[in-house]
């Protein structure tokens, strides 16, 4: 299951981005999808996730910034991070589980800095 992520960069305190990733449509369709994000040193922790059945989680660092969304004419799942802080740099990480296995997809950089 090849997951592709992208649309990290660099941006300013206060900036929003858009991160996309692309799935397989059949793992799209019936999968709930997961972003998490990693810093040097630290394990990978989970940012939000977006089920079929339109449910969605949070990390509690960025509850009221980010936003999931999926569409499925692209079969893409969308991560808009907005009011972005120097602590939310990090690699950004899109996943999905399949029969008990994390398939991943490659990360993108995502940097907040003045």
């Known amino acids: 299951v090849q997951l592709q992520a992208s649309g990290g960069g660099l941006v300013q305190p206060g900036g929003s981005l858009r991160l996309s990733c692309a799935a397989p449509?059949?793992?799209?369709?019936?999968?709930?999808l997961f972003w998490y994000r990693q810093t040097p040193g630290n394990e990978r922790e989970l940012v939000a996730s977006?089920?079929?059945?339109?449910?969605?989680y949070y990390g509690a660092s960025v509850k009221g910034r980010f936003s999931i969304s999926r569409d499925s004419a692209d079969n893409k799942v969308y991560l808009q991070m907005n009011s972005l802080k120097p602590e939310d740099t990090a690699v950004y990480y899109c996943?999905?589980?399949?029969?008990?296995?994390?398939?991943w997809g490659q990360g993108t950089q995502v940097t907040v800095s003045s």
């Open positions: 449509e059949r793992v799209f369709n019936t999968n709930t």
């Open positions: 977006s089920s079929m059945g339109g449910n969605t």
């Open positions: 996943k999905v589980n399949l029969d008990g296995h994390d398939y």
